[in-house]
């Protein structure tokens, strides 16, 4: 359990008749960027404030850093990075009139040190953060989040309300703050960007965990929707036979299917046609759940 960044053990939790996490148990090590998926409503947002001591659990116990949070509140959470799901900022305050109240709770964090993470995020610090849009909330978050260079960063869907641009920007931190050794918990609803930056993942649907993942694995697994346009008509028998696809529909010289697993048979098939173009999509993280799991 020391060795642990993180560690849950039969963790539940019940909100009078309404079953929140069930029986949930986990372990991150310290220095890993930990992957924690689901749609809104599996429990994400639930273990994560309980990992912070801001809701008791009904059952089961939660260390960390190896420490016990309901035991160590303040002096366990300076260590800590926290952005909650929903980040509620108001006030006449500027941002960087916040971010320095911040700061001092955390203790010496260098002033140069916010304008940076906030060049990188294009936050204008001089503006009043009860004016600000969702986004630029967001991005004041981020930078309370990572500013202290915490031993674990606790992320809860820390892209949301970002352009494109930004939460690039936002990963590459993660990937940052990881070279430094430092430990990510990050949960989203969105697989691509768990991909790119954890090293594992736990898949949790209805407040049950279905599975840990390796994220690469899951990456080679996880189904996907392929749509091909060729120069000429094809025949759908070319294709149906093919492994790793499934659903597989032709309507003229355009090709629809999904794909699970390896691809190499589907375009070395399509390559004997000219092909014009190529569409590959990500389904939302049910589907990925029904194929991988089955339920």
């Known amino acids: 359990m020391s060795e642990s960044a993180i560690a849950l053990t039969g963790l539940t939790k019940h909100y009078g008749k309404h079953v929140a996490l069930t029986d949930l148990s986990l372990e991150v090590g310290r220095g890993e960027v930990f992957g924690f998926l689901g ?3 599996a429990g994400k947002s639930t273990t994560i404030r309980i990992l912070l001591d801001l809701i008791r659990p009904t059952a089961g116990e939660v260390r960390v850093l190896g420490a016990d949070p309901r035991t160590t509140g303040p002096e366990l959470r300076r260590r800590i990075g926290y952005l ?3 980040l509620a ?6 941002a960087r009139e916040l971010l320095r109240f911040l700061a001092d709770r955390h203790g010496a964090v260098p002033g140069e040190r916010i304008e940076e993470l ?3 995020l294009d936050l204008d ?3 009043k953060v009860g004016k600000m849009s969702k986004g630029n909330k967001q991005k004041v978050g981020i930078v309370a989040a990572f500013m202290h260079r915490p031993e674990l960063l606790v ?3 820390p892209t949301s309300g970002l352009d494109p641009l930004l939460q690039q920007r936002f990963l590459d931190l993660v990937k940052e703050a990881a070279g430094q050794g430092q430990t990510v ?11 790119e930056v954890a090293d594992r993942a736990v898949i949790m649907r209805a407040g049950e965990l279905l599975g840990t993942e390796n994220v690469e694995d899951l990456r080679r697994r996880s189904p996907r929707e392929v749509e091909l346009v060729f120069a000429e008509p094809v025949e759908a028998a070319e294709f149906a036979a093919l492994p790793n696809l499934r ?4 309507e003229g010289s355009t090709l629809r299917c999904t794909t699970e697993g390896e691809v190499d048979a589907l375009f070395k098939t399509a390559a004997k046609h000219r092909i014009e173009s190529v569409l590959s999509t990500e389904p939302d993280l049910e589907a990925i759940f029904f194929s991988l799991y089955g339920r």
């Open 155 to 157: 992320l809860d869907e």
């Open 118 to 120: 906030a060049d990188l």
């Open 125 to 127: 610090l001089s503006r």
């Open 247 to 250: 659903d597989v529909i032709v």
């Open 39 to 41: 749609p809104n409503g």
């Open 84 to 86: 909650p799901g929903e």
């Open 185 to 195: 918990f990050m949960s989203s609803h969105v697989l691509s960007e768990v991909q």
């Open 89 to 94: 900022i108001e006030g006449r305050n500027t």
